[in-house]
């Protein structure tokens, strides 16, 4: 699998957002449920340097949106599940967290949108009742600091709110939370001109019915498609096809108008033995070739002129989830900032890269060694897993950095690459001198799952990383 032919264009890049005309525009989720992530100012760095200009966080998190400020990146904020009920009952609370969290960092920090809570129909605390209070609460905080028309209030449902959504055009809400809550939202999202979120995972509809959908049609890939029985239009990839079926059940309650991003979408590049399809390949081809339906397509058949607006899920993996293992493994990189799969990252790119090569993995899995340097074109280097454990990271270490005959000496204190001080920046120093004095031989950047190779020179501080001996 390996590392550069594919670009990733999340393209929050020359996306200038829903402008393009004719494109659509594709941001990027930056979860921060784990201990080992860069500083908010260094992700701001990483976005800046892969030119993603749009960004979706879960918080208000106040060094996120200081780091932020002036990026030129545009950002979504969240009101959390467990801030709904406060926010419904009480005008004086949602003045106060807007004061505190909107007001106060824009227009300096760009923010866009605010997702009033997240997937709150399926939230155990049972939150429904109190979303669309919450989301009028918040909208009339904004319209006294004169913001309203400049932010956007939404709020992300999961596909689990259908009813029914296959055959697409049969799409429908549950009838519990049609006149509860539906309706008053779309209501709400017409009235402001705001818009609906919708999660939407292709993956774990193809990972609990693999034996009736097409992994192509989930990946984006050729294959022959599948005619909607009931409105005669022909789908080539699910995504699409769930997204119209949400199309479809706000068509049925005679809510065409309303316009869906799709807030969050993704595909595992690690799961466990029963999640089937997670894997480093099938994440590359679904989130390199969805950005290329993004950017180079005109929407979805039921609304070929309203062009995808998409939030990939997500920046990092993310240690501290909870879950099965894809839960922690659905990141574009690894908290060391370097790519776990590498895809085209802007419409430039995406132009360059032979069509042959979009949505095919080309960065090798983490845990295995034997990937033969021949492969590659031009230089490679050896970092550490950013997904190894502590101990097996440092046992690593000493191996190289012992009889393994690693220079180590400038990873000592007060030498040239101590700083960063850290166990995975110490560690991908001494694995990359073992595997280059080793001439970069098949098998010598492994050390037992906990290193991989790489096709762009590792950055840690100011530490250059040697490319032979």
């Known amino acids: ?59 208000t998190d106040a060094r996120v949106l200081t780091a932020l400020a002036n990026s030129g990146i545009k950002v979504v904020v969240a009101m959390p599940n467990e801030l709904l009920s406060s926010a419904a009952g009480d005008q004086s609370f949602t003045d106060a967290w807007v004061k505190a969290n909107i007001s106060g960092y824009y227009p300096a920090t760009q923010i866009e949108a605010i997702a009033v809570g997240n997937e709150v129909f399926v939230d155990p605390k049972n939150t429904t009742k109190f979303l669309v209070p919450a989301m009028k609460n918040v909208h009339a905080s904004l319209a006294k600091y004169n913001l309203d028309s400049a932010i956007k209030i939404s709020s992300p449902i999961a596909l689990s709110a259908l009813q029914s ?13 049609v006149e509860p809550v539906i309706k008053p939202m779309l209501d709400f999202l017409r009235q402001t001109g705001s818009y609906l979120m919708v999660n939407a995972y292709p993956f774990f509809a193809y990972a609990a019915n693999a034996d009736k959908i097409s992994i192509d049609y989930a990946l984006f890939k050729e294959n022959p498609g599948v005619v909607d029985s009931g409105n005669g239009l022909r789908y080539t990839n699910l995504l699409d096809a769930q997204i119209d079926a949400v199309f479809a059940a706000m068509s049925a309650l005679q809510y065409d108008d309303v316009k869906i991003t799709v807030s969050e979408t993704g595909w595992p590049s690690k799961g466990d033995s029963n999640e089937v399809g997670a894997g480093q390949d099938n994440a590359a081809s679904y989130n390199g070739n969805l950005v290329r339906h993004v950017l180079t397509g005109n929407g979805t058949p039921l609304r070929p002129k309203d062009p995808l607006n998409v939030f990939l899920f997500a920046l990092f993996n993310e240690n501290q989830k909870p879950g099965p293992t894809s839960e922690r493994n659905y990141g574009l990189f690894y908290p060391s900032e370097q790519k776990v799969y590498d895809i085209p990252l802007t419409v430039e790119e995406l132009n360059q890269a032979p069509s042959s090569s979009v949505g095919k993995s080309q960065v090798p899995a983490p845990a295995s060694g034997d990937v033969s340097p021949t492969s590659y074109h031009g230089q490679t280097w050896c970092v550490a897993n950013g997904d190894a454990t502590a101990e097996k990271l440092q046992a690593a270490l000493d191996y190289a950095c012992g009889e393994g005959g690693a220079d180590c000496t400038p990873i000592q204190p007060d030498s040239t690459c101590y700083n960063p001080n850290n166990l995975e920046a110490h560690a991908s120093y001494a694995f990359n001198s073992y595997y280059q004095k080793k001439s970069r031989a098949t098998g010598t950047c492994d050390f037992g799952g906990a290193a991989y190779v790489v096709t762009q020179p590792p950055k840690y501080g100011n530490c250059k990383f040697p490319t032979g001996y």
């Open 1 to 59: 699998m390996a590392s550069l032919a594919f670009s990733f264009f999340f393209v929050l890049i020359s996306l200038y957002a829903s402008s393009t005309s004719g494109t659509g525009s594709v941001g990027i989720n930056y979860g921060m449920v784990a201990n080992d992530l860069p500083t908010p100012s260094k992700v701001v760095e990483l976005l800046k340097a892969q030119g993603l200009n749009r960004v979706k966080l879960y918080d």
């Open 165 to 177: 959504s296959y055959p697409t055009s049969s799409g429908s809400f549950k009838s519990e939370l």
